[in-house]
């Protein structure tokens, strides 16, 4: 057992070596390889890091929403459908919500508004997601001015903005009083725009939807595991989308790799024509060559994983956030929480590493059983 | 003792370039003392060399070793016996070029993962008896022709072989450097190593040492 550790410690030496002789032919495929995980690892963190963040925060979101339909669109909630659903068993708590979507043509963008339901800005007053506020070039004190729906100018005083930590979801909300959502979008006094139900046993939230479903057919309930499972099936997309683009450079860099590989210099074909004249068998020269293909694969994986990191958690993902994150004009500036998942890394460096070794041991195999008295000829 | 029955060694079998370098040659050589094989380029000594250490199989025919069959073994063993028995001295030294001095001696030892401070005493020891010891960490490209020469015996007797195969050993050397090396092979040879020369050089094939000499021509015995 020693003898074989030590046996394998002299190759990995001698591949080392070998690797340091050669730094230019070594260093392009050492730069392109950990591209190549960089670009990969960098997609994967992103989308692992947005799926989390967004169930982090819709953690606090109510079990169940309720929705009206006419002629399967939307359609306001009467005021007293509140009452009716807050007497459904295992509903602790019931309340409407008003909130709606807004263009402002001035930044071209879609704002969110909303009123909340606790300590809800006072009239004449609104509180900004940062992306709005940005949009605007507001801070706190300034005003706000939209033009309502009707054509009526509003202006609101900026109270606060919202933190930069929940900016992922609420980077286009606007928070207002419900007295100034009704008035800015000519909202009747006994709607809101939908209900929501707590319901604290989470085994009762599928029979209370149920429920609602009978009592109230004109309405749609919606579970908070249903727009998590959309959220993740909407980063899980656009991952999707960025590295079906990244295929194409895998495979761009697996003919490198073949090419480099089965391009052996005279000089290699020589060298491994000399190891084996002097006693190494082809078994030996091909175990060189694997300690040489790994260590170049797990600097290039390290290195390019490192880096991922470092471009994701310290430099909110600058290379892909517009593709992965969404939001047409409103992008949300967020650093995402460093996360790293086991099982994606074994899964990325099996898409990496295993590649690499493939593309390179047919032709390392071919030039390991050349005749080892080529060199006395 | 190595014995050979009728061996007969033919490169690119059946093509049109097809060439015979060694015919149904029969020989017994002894494993002690020197020996010379010596004839015209192309006569077939190199093949002949190559195929009595290992580094080929003869297309027919037999070789025995110490009364083994060693001819048409796998090629791991036949790397084993290889390793184990024979130390090659090639034309053009054939050292790695990068490597240090030290490294290219320590090479052929690798495969049988010795203690690294043994290997490394081993090599030094080697490399301070034939005058070498100064150049241990040079690379070996900077050296001359002389030390390139040497430290290639050096490497060839790192595993401690009972013969050592030499291969036109003087072609790139001037005649002095010659002798020196003629010298050396002799005190190898006196401390009971079998040595195996092929050469056309007179130099090699008139020395005083040498104990027999074996002519080819045209792949068979002169």
Known sequence: MRALLRRQRYLLDYSLSSLARRPGKHLALLLVYTLIVFLLASTLLFTQSLRREAALVLAESPELIVQRLLAGRHELMPADYLHRLGRLRGVSESYGRLWGYFYDPAVKANYTLLVPRQDPPAPGDVILGTGVARARGLGVGDYLSLRSARGEPFSFKVAALLEADTE??????ILLGPEDFRRFFAFPADRYTDIVLRVPNPSEVRKVAEKIALALPDTRPIL???????????????????????????????IFAFDRAAGLSAE?????????AIGWETGDVLRMKFWEGAALSLTAFLAGYLLAYVHVFFFAATLFAPVLKGWAVLYPDFSPLPFVDGLQVATLFFFTVFPYTVATIVPIWRAAITDPDQVMR | MIRLAQVSKVFNQGRHNEVRAVRDLSLELDTRGITVFKGPSGSGKTS???????LSRPTSGRIHLEGRLISNLPERFMTAVRRDTFGFIFQRF??????????NVMLPAYPLAPAPSTLRDRALDLLRQ??????ANNQAEWLSGGEAQRTAICRALINRPRILI?????????????????ALIGDLADQGKGVLISSHDPLVFDHARVSRVVELRDGRLA
């Open chain 1, 168 to 173: 992922l979801v609420a980077s286009d909300l």
């Open chain 2, 130 to 135: 034939f005058h070498l010891a100064e150049r």
């Open chain 2, 94 to 103: 054939n050292l790695i070029r990068g490597l240090t001095v030290l490294e």
């Open chain 1, 224 to 254: 908070r595991e249903e727009i998590l499972r959309t959220y993740d099936a909407l980063f899980g997309w656009r991952q999707g989308v960025v590295i079906v683009l990244l295929t194409g450079a895998l495979l761009a860099f697996v």
């Open chain 2, 48 to 54: 002949l060399l190559a195929m009595i250490g290992c």
């Open chain 2, 166 to 182: 030499a291969d036109e050993p003087t072609a790139n050397l001037d005649s002095q450097l010659s002798r020196e090396l003629l």
């Open chain 1, 268 to 276: 290699e074909r020589r060298e491994i024509g000399i190891l084996k």
